[in-house]
């Protein structure tokens, strides 16, 4: 599975940007995806993840409320819609798959390039 990325941007905060992911491969339909975010000098960390049908989602508890994940599995698409943003939003977000539908990002096998977001105050 290859992963592309885009729609990252700067943005004042309290706005909105969607990202969103697509994917090359025929069975795109078989994995867990997720998005991770990594801002200067923190650990990358989990922001939302879906399983294959789009039945079990998972949000970090910083961006519950805010943020929806969703993805289409005819279009090989995965996006993540922020909502109400932060100053602490500010990252590079990467999307990813699993073979299993997990939280751990060692479980994450194939990865996108990020794509930046800023969200200035």
């Known amino acids: 599975v290859q992963l592309q990325a885009s729609g990252g941007g700067l943005v004042q905060a309290g706005g909105s940007l969607r990202l969103s992911c697509a994917a090359s491969g025929r069975t795109f339909r078989t994995y867990a995806l997720a998005w991770f975010r990594q801002a200067p000098g923190e650990e990358r960390e989990i922001v939302a993840a879906i399983g294959w049908s789009g039945g079990m989602t998972y949000y970090a508890d910083s961006v519950k409320g805010r943020f929806t994940i969703s993805r289409d599995n005819a279009k090989n698409t995965v996006s993540l819609q922020m909502n109400s943003l932060k100053p602490e939003d500010t990252a590079v977000y990467c999307c990813?798959?699993?073979?299993?539908?997990?939280?751990?990002?060692?479980?994450?096998?194939?990865w996108g390039q990020g794509t930046q977001v800023t969200v200035s105050s």
């Open positions: 990813a798959a699993s073979m299993t539908y997990s939280t751990d990002r060692a479980l994450y096998r194939y």
